[in-house]
């Protein structure tokens, strides 16, 4: 099996960009190689797509995508076949998990069996079909807090609560306060939500309330909580038995999973690199980051036979949505330790199947890339980016130019969607050099202002204009 291969720079661990840094001539927003994407180039496709805020982070993800499409474009058009491009990234995870499922299935001998009084006990007892409806209110510590910041936080929240218990808006004082990116601007709102989708001090101290109530400061590994409880539904036994039967056989299997892994743990020992949070956040805000072998070789976590690497790692992140990579570069220390801790299992896991004997063989790897490739030339036929129209003679370059363009304006039209390109993108950039210029990306903003500023509002706009007063006096045939 080939290994990818990274484009060497040195590496301390200092993580570059392609060209960033390097600003071009004027009137550039990226580059791809040879192929230029200007501020015209970009102010077009922009300048009449008023749903979309002008803001230079639409214009970077428009710029990133024409790198994706032009550097896959250029691909097909050297090799409609892209037999060259290393695949590996698209399936080592599938064959991973195969393996992993594999081994799981040879070592753990699970009772699934459960009868229905043994499962209405159960039902009873946990309270599965109850959902509620629930606000909260966090504040999480700095890392490494030290106990007189600790109490700082714990001293704010306490005055948090006491407002709130003297009526002023739950809503309005998360959306103030809250440091949860992801429901602080819906007033804490975090939805309707069962048990088993909560940690278990925030689930404990949340089902204990009734409706409209405030609860005390309740502590989880995210920080600490006010947690108000809107509402509460329940479901009747007869209704969630099947439901509640499945959810009982996967917690027995993951109970088993969880012996089985904490037991390896123990005996592989893995120690985690004093610098490895760093490191992660800096491939998170950067996974484009082209490594020296010997920089993706360097240990985050090693264990007794293997270890997690800089390069696992960093295929991981390109494989994630930019969301969730811009979770990652912001998290506190603490919170990755449950992200290093899982990838680390995982190659413990790996690990431990290859003792076994275990390996995919030779005939499903190469099935398996040959379904990922013909994925990507399906996704590349898809975005119109396998049959370029070029007049006789003409090189490929204004070819690939155009059929780029087509696509970003159907992707921003909503005749097409977005297809995204993952890994093989990343792989692609590794191989060319590539830039987005943050002077281009304000440029574009600022003519797109300009345009839209100077266009003449259309009739049904105007707000002082009726069809009686529009019409009036206008001469026949000149409207």
Known sequence: MKKWRLVPIVLGLTLLAACKGTEPEEG????AGNQLFTVDDAVQLLVDQENLPNQTDVVRALADIWTDYTLLATAVARDSTLSQLDLEPLVQQ???????????DSVLQVDTAITDKELRS????????VKIHVSHILLGFPDQATDAQRDSVRAEIEGIRKRAMAGESFAALARSYSQDPGSASQGGDLGTVSRDGLVKPFADAAFALDP???SDIVETPFGLHLIRLESKESTGFDSA???FRQQVQSRRIASAQSTYVAKITEARAPKTADDAFNVMKELAKDPGAQLSRRAASRSLVTFKGGKLTVGDFQTFVQSQQPQFRDRVAAAPDAQLTNLLDGLTQRRMLIAEARDAGLSPSKEHVDSLLQDARTQVLRGAQQIGLTKLDRAPGEPAGPAIA?????ALQDILS???NVVPLGPIGFQL???VATAVYDTGLGQVVLDVGKVRAGRKPSPSERPDSTPAADTAGAPTGTR
Do not use: C, F, N
């Open 414 to 416: 909503g005749a097409t």
């Open 122 to 129: 159960a039902y009873d007892t946990e309270a599965p079909g």
């Open 28 to 31: 550039l927003v990226a580059r």
């Open 429 to 431: 950039r590794s191989r």
């Open 241 to 243: 038995k099947a439901e």
């Open 94 to 104: 599938q064959l991973d998990q195969q393996m992993i499922s594999e081994h799981m």
């Open 402 to 406: 155009r059929s780029v363009h087509a």
């Open 212 to 214: 409209g109530e405030i």
